[in-house]
């Protein structure tokens, strides 16, 4: 089973700035694509940034300028830089990897973390 962790979140002053951080671990053979979304109360999930495989960073409408994706692959893991925080950044933020298993190599698989808060006071 293949467990993805996000950390990093928490409750930060507006315009202070902030990494998450988020790891895959289990039988993985290759880690194809990882990326950030995040989901506010009551409303719908979007997407803050994404590394496709072999490209060029993606980030959301809302999300470019002050949002920085990077990944580690020695280390399975993703961070999302988040610069100048505002208000209306505070949501869940979750982590998302698409990867190919030792036990199925033959397939992708997408897997989510259970997410990590960020709260913006003003």
């Known amino acids: 089973q293949v467990h993805v962790v996000e950390s990093g979140g928490g409750l930060v002053q507006a315009g202070e700035s902030l990494t998450l951080s988020c790891t895959a671990s289990?039988?993985?053979?290759?880690?194809?694509?990882m990326g950030w979304y995040r989901q506010a109360p009551g409303k719908q999930r979007e997407l803050v940034a994404a590394?496709?495989?072999?490209?060029?960073?993606i980030y959301g409408d809302s999300t470019k300028g002050r949002f920085t994706i990077s990944r580690d692959n020695a280390k399975n893991t993703v961070y999302l830089q988040i610069l100048s925080l505002k208000p209306e950044d505070t949501a869940v933020y979750l982590c998302?990897?698409?990867?190919?298993?030792?036990?199925?190599?033959?397939?992708?698989?997408?897997?989510w973390g259970q997410g990590t808060q960020v709260t913006v006071s003003s």
């Open positions: 289990g039988p993985i053979l290759r880690i194809n694509a």
């Open positions: 998302h990897v698409n990867v190919q298993t030792v036990i199925d190599p033959q397939r992708d698989y997408d897997y």
């Open positions: 590394l496709p495989p072999g490209g060029s960073p």
